[in-house]
Nanobody, 125 residues
Framework: QVQLVESGGGLVQAGGSLRLSCAAS????????MGWFRQAPGKEREFVAA???????YYKDSVKGRFTISRDNAKNTVYLQMNSLKPEDTAVYYC???????????????????WGQGTQVTVSS
């Protein structure tokens, strides 16, 4: 059983920064892909970023240049550094684990098998 626990969310003004963390249990962390998704009220869950075991990275177009995903395999943790935050970034952010590797699969929530509980990010204007 894999458990994912997010932290680091909060309230920030537009233009500010937050760093989300996702701590994972299990011994296979380094060999799997990890992703971040977000869900705003009344909207579907959407892909934000993913990082493969070999550190290949994919981003949603609207966060490129502002968000950075990274992982520390020694700590079983994946991070999402979010800079230049905008009100439209407001959402619950989830980390998730995937056994897939293609960009197409990693951008879709149905290809992830374990999810964290989510952490709220609110960006005020």
């Amino acid at each position: 059983q894999v458990q994912l626990v997010e932290s680091g969310g909060g309230l920030v003004q537009a233009g500010g920064s937050l760093r989300l963390s996702c701590a994972a249990s299990g011994r296979t962390f380094s060999s799997v892909a990890m992703g971040w998704f977000r869900q705003a009220p009344g909207k579907e869950r959407e892909f934000v970023a993913a990082i493969r075991s070999g550190d290949t990275i994919y981003y949603k177009d609207s966060v490129k240049g502002r968000f950075t995903i990274s992982r520390d395999n020694a700590k079983n943790t994946v991070y999402l550094q979010m800079n230049s935050l905008k009100p439209e970034d407001t959402a619950v952010y989830y980390c998730a684990r995937s056994l897939y590797y293609s960009e197409s699969a990693l951008s879709q929530p149905q290809f992830y098998d374990y999810w964290g509980q989510g952490t709220q990010v609110t960006v005020s204007s």
